[in-house]
């Protein structure tokens, strides 16, 4: 890690022709670096770049829902390179049940309708509130970024055994995390209650 593949992800990166984001009702892109089961359901997280604390927290998110939902199949994409993605991945806790791809040239975000962000989407004083938030509240901080952008969009979709789209979200901000249990819902499974939080200690409200 240096300080030049830090300054690197601040770069925009090379323009991509970015196709309609996929309305719900619609069958969802095809790609040959993608193949979606046709077995069971899929969720699909797209990423923002390893080593921001919003990525983290959503792919964490995605392995423990990856492992109460055996019934989905879970897939995260991202754009950074194959050997950070798999140092990233094994620094955040592992994949778990969920098969991670990477897509470096950024064309299976273009596919799915995932360009790039604004100024005000990625820095914006919401997200930097947010991304200080998520340190104090559960210690997930920006880690060194090897490689990927900071100014590419993410998202989540859900997809049935059919090939058929049920969820379609890009992601309004950096800060915006997948909303996973609208993305089960739409699939017809039912949602497990979430236990209740842990009581603050630290002032924070």
């Not at 969720?43 to 983290?56: Q, S, W």
């Not at 997200?127 to 200080?132: E, I, Q």
């Not at 998202?155 to 309004?172: E, M, N, P, T």
Request: charged share 20%; with cysteine; hydrophobic share 35%.
């Amino acid at each position: 890690m240096s300080l030049v593949q830090e300054w690197e992800s601040y770069k925009t990166p090379p323009a991509k022709e970015v196709s309609p984001v996929p309305e719900v009702g619609s069958p969802a892109p095809v790609h040959p670096n993608l193949t979606l089961p046709t077995d069971k359901p899929t969720i699909i997280v797209f990423l923002r770049h390893c080593g921001c604390p919003f990525a983290e927290k959503a792919f964490k998110n995605l392995t423990s829902f990856s492992t109460q939902y055996k019934e989905v199949h879970f897939i995260a994409v991202s754009h950074s390179s194959e050997e950070a993605t798999e140092r990233w991945v094994v620094q955040v806790g592992g994949n778990w049940e969920v098969q991670v791809v990477v897509d470096y040239e950024r064309e299976l975000y273009a596919r799915w309708g995932l360009g790039i962000g604004t100024t005000w989407q990625i820095m914006g004083p919401m997200s930097l509130y947010k991304t200080f938030r998520l340190g104090k509240d559960e210690n997930i901080w920006n880690r060194p970024t090897e490689s990927g952008n900071r100014w590419q969009n993410s998202g989540a979709f859900a997809i049935d055994q059919d090939g058929i789209v049920k969820y379609s979200r890009v992601a309004a901000s950096s800060s915006e995390l997948p909303d996973l249990e609208a993305a089960l819902t739409s699939l017809g499974v039912k949602v497990k209650p979430k236990p209740p939080p842990a009581p603050r200690t630290d002032g924070f409200l």
